[in-house]
């Protein structure tokens, strides 16, 4: 069974920053992409951030050069550095990865921890 568990977020000022987690317990199976989309108030869910199990990784065009996405594959353990936060950065962010079972690649989201900025 595959369980995603988030921490780290929480309030902060505008320009201050935040660091996300999220830990991945996938049994014997292989996590392919991590990632972290977002869900602002009112609005639909967008990507944030994701990255490769061999590191590469895309942003949004919102949050590049602010925040960077990172891993540690032998933990199945993503971060989200967030620097430079702006009120509209105000969302709840899920954690999203993609599990191999040997037979499909499967998405699996976690519940998702809130970000609020604001002075």
């Known amino acids: 069974q595959v369980r995603l568990e988030e921490s780290g977020g929480g309030s902060a000022q505008p320009g201050g920053s935040l660091r996300l987690s999220c830990a991945a317990s996938v049994g014997v199976f292989e996590v392919t992409d991590m990632g972290w989309y977002r869900e602002p108030p009112g609005k639909s869910r967008e990507l944030v951030a994701v990255i490769s199990a061999g590191g590469g990784a895309r942003y949004a065009d919102s949050v590049r050069g602010r925040f960077t996405i990172s891993r540690d594959n032998a933990k199945n353990t993503a971060y989200l550095q967030m620097d430079s936060l702006k009120p509209d950065d105000t969302a709840s962010y899920l954690c999203?990865?993609?599990?191999?079972?040997?037979?499909?690649?499967?998405?699996?989201w976690g519940r998702g921890t809130q970000v609020f900025v604001s002075s």
């Open positions: 999203m990865a993609k599990v191999f079972d040997r037979v499909v690649i499967t998405a699996h």
